[in-house]
């Protein structure tokens, strides 16, 4: 956090460096991202990512859409549209934030979109079948993801019932666990535990870590077996 001097803020273990939470999905033909947050940009420098098929947003907060604009490098290389996907919430905030990418006489450069709007349908994307999830965020929709036996969710305190049942069988899950103390959207990490050992899926990252919650090494040590917390560039292989 910008100013910040606590143990994890100062901590010289690359693991308590955290960016803004989003994830990339890559099959054999297939190439998306789950969020541009504020470090998007950062982020695809980072890990070289050349070419991207689509856009999937969980949520209109700006710590998850923030990014978007830069998505024109990708226009750039390969003179499409980009694909994105998102719910109606979601769809009205990027039509405001980034007006100028929907303006009848565009300025030159500015991102090329090609929104979808999704609900609770599951859509494919190249090779991937994904299927939403709706969770909560006290009274904001945002949207997770499944992708076969992979299951992502950020930015939830509460999960209905019906589509708990949609994350069960998932083998691995991405849950938000914000820190310990209570939150009024999002879930503490003993709630994100509880949720992992209710549905009962043996391995679980928790993310959307705030500094508060401690040192990445500290809090894993006193996690149950099969769960951890994510961290920035952790690769995953299925
Ligand atoms: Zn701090
Ligand atoms: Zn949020
Ligand atoms: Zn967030």
């Given at each position: 956090?910008?100013?910040?001097?606590?143990?994890?803020?100062?901590?010289?273990?690359?693991?308590?460096?955290?960016?803004?939470?989003?994830?990339?999905?890559?099959?054999?033909?297939?190439?998306?991202?789950?969020?541009?947050?504020?470090?998007?940009?950062?982020?695809?420098?980072?890990?070289?990512?050349?070419?991207l098929?689509?856009?999937?947003?969980?949520?209109?907060?700006?710590?998850?859409?923030?990014?978007?604009?830069?998505?024109?490098?990708?226009?750039?290389?390969?003179?499409?549209?980009?694909?994105?996907?998102?719910?109606a919430?979601?769809?009205?905030?990027?039509?405001?934030?980034f007006?100028?990418?929907?303006a009848?006489?565009?300025?030159?450069?500015?991102?090329?979109?090609?929104?979808?709007?999704?609900?609770?349908?599951?859509?494919?994307?190249?090779?991937?079948?994904?299927?939403?999830i709706?969770?909560?965020?006290?009274?904001?929709?945002?949207?997770?993801?499944?992708?076969?036996?992979?299951?992502?969710?950020?930015?939830?305190?509460?999960?209905?019932?019906?589509?708990?049942?949609?994350?069960k069988?998932?083998?691995?899950?991405?849950?938000?666990?914000?820190?310990?103390?209570?939150?009024?959207?999002?879930?503490?990490?003993?709630e994100?535990?509880?949720i992992?050992?209710?549905?009962?899926i043996?391995?679980?990252?928790?993310?959307?870590?705030?500094?508060?919650?401690?040192?990445?090494?500290?809090?894993?040590?006193i996690?149950p077996?099969?769960?951890?917390?994510?961290?920035?560039?952790?690769q995953?292989?299925?």
């Amino acid at each position: 956090m910008i100013g910040c001097n606590c143990a994890v803020c100062s901590s010289s273990d690359p693991k308590d460096t955290r960016l803004r939470s989003s994830i990339l999905i890559q099959s054999k033909k297939t190439t998306i991202v789950v969020d541009t947050t504020p470090d998007f940009r950062f982020q695809m420098l980072t890990h070289q990512v050349k070419q991207l098929d689509a856009i999937l947003f969980t949520h209109p907060h700006k710590d998850h859409i923030a990014g978007l604009d830069d998505v024109r490098a990708y226009n750039l290389f390969s003179g499409q549209p980009m694909p994105v996907y998102c719910n109606a919430l979601t769809e009205e905030a990027i039509r405001r934030d980034f007006y100028y990418a929907f303006a009848e006489k565009k300025y030159p450069g500015v991102p090329n979109l090609n929104l979808h709007k999704i609900d609770e349908k599951s859509f494919t994307i190249g090779d991937l079948t994904i299927e939403p999830i709706l969770v909560w965020h006290l009274n904001m929709p945002v949207t997770g993801f499944r992708f076969g036996p992979f299951t992502y969710i950020t930015d939830a305190n509460r999960i209905d019932a019906h589509e708990k049942e949609k994350m069960k069988g998932s083998h691995t899950v991405v849950l938000n666990a914000l820190r310990k103390q209570p939150h009024l959207s999002h879930f503490t990490l003993d709630e994100a535990v509880e949720i992992v050992q209710e549905l009962q899926i043996p391995n679980a990252y928790f993310t959307h870590v705030s500094h508060q919650l401690g040192l990445h090494d500290d809090i894993n040590q006193i996690l149950p077996q099969g769960m951890q917390l994510a961290c920035d560039g952790l690769q995953l292989h299925f």
